[in-house]
T-cell receptor, first 120, second 108 residues
Framework: EVQLVQSGAEVKKVGESLKISCKGS????????IAWVRQVPGKGLEWLGI????????RYSLSLQGQVTISADKSINTAYLQWSSLKASDSAIYYC?????WGDGYFDSWGQGTLVTVSS | SSVLTQPPSVSVAPGQTARISCEGD??????VHWYQQKPGQAPVLVLH???DRPSGIPERFSGSISGNTATLAISRVEAGDGADYYC???????????FGGGTKLTVL
């Protein structure tokens, strides 16, 4: 069974750094793209970017580029989303999701979500 | 950039058919995918490649494309189908994944 298990909720202050994780199991982690999707509570889904653990290829949403870093450690089947300096507007639920067939593909498995709260 | 437009809400009585639309300007040959999200839960894939159902998704869920509009249809709607539904495509021009704004399905 494919599973994506994310790290727990975080409460941070503006300007702090943060790294959240997503551990995959039940499949060959290196051979599937893994994406991060943001959702402000009560709002819609927003794609942030995607990473291919096999060769470390990464793509970012142009609206977010430079604000977050997506990476992965394929030796421990874990993907990461990190911020160097959080803003209040980064408060949201962050989902990781496995992507099938980059390009025209879809997300077939999702993590449970990580709630990030940033206060001033 | 491309935008996917969904109606904010759709209401339907139990047993009837719900239809949720997703209008875009770049479908062309691009496949459309649909997700269901219940309160407090992660999204779940309900249709991929316009009309294919993943394992475990009831046959009541179906999809179609006509011109620039994709439609998710849920027949014989049940109370448990009440959720937010999102369409998704890939924008080949920007190499971005796009989501529609979401539609809240209310079962009356």
């Amino acid at each position: 069974e494919v599973q994506l298990v994310q790290s727990g909720a975080e409460v941070k202050k503006v300007g702090e750094s943060l790294k959240i994780s997503c551990k995959g199991s039940g499949y060959d982690f290196s051979t599937y793209w893994i994406a991060w999707v943001r959702q402000v509570p009560g709002k819609g889904l927003e794609w942030l970017g995607i990473f291919y653990p096999g060769d470390s290829d990464v793509r970012y949403s142009l609206s977010l580029q430079g604000q977050v870093t997506i990476s992965a450690d394929k030796s421990i089947n874990t993907a990461y989303l990190q911020w160097s300096s959080l803003k209040a507007s980064d408060s949201a639920i962050y989902y990781c999701a496995r992507h099938i067939n980059w390009g025209d593909g879809y997300f077939d498995s999702w993590g449970q979500g990580t709630l990030v709260t940033v206060s001033s | 950039s491309s935008v996917l437009t969904q109606p904010p809400s759709v209401s339907v009585a139990p047993g009837q058919t719900a239809r949720i639309s997703c209008e875009g300007d770049n479908f062309g040959s691009r496949p459309v995918h649909w997700y269901q999200q219940k309160p407090g839960q992660a999204p779940v894939l309900v249709l991929h490649d316009d009309s294919d159902r993943p394992s475990g998704i009831p046959e009541r869920f179906s999809g179609s494309i006509s011109g620039n509009t994709a439609t998710l249809a849920i027949s014989r709607v049940e109370a448990g189908d009440g959720a937010d539904y999102y369409c998704q495509v890939w924008d080949g021009t920007t190499d971005h994944v796009l989501f529609g704004g979401g539609t809240k399905l209310t079962v009356l």
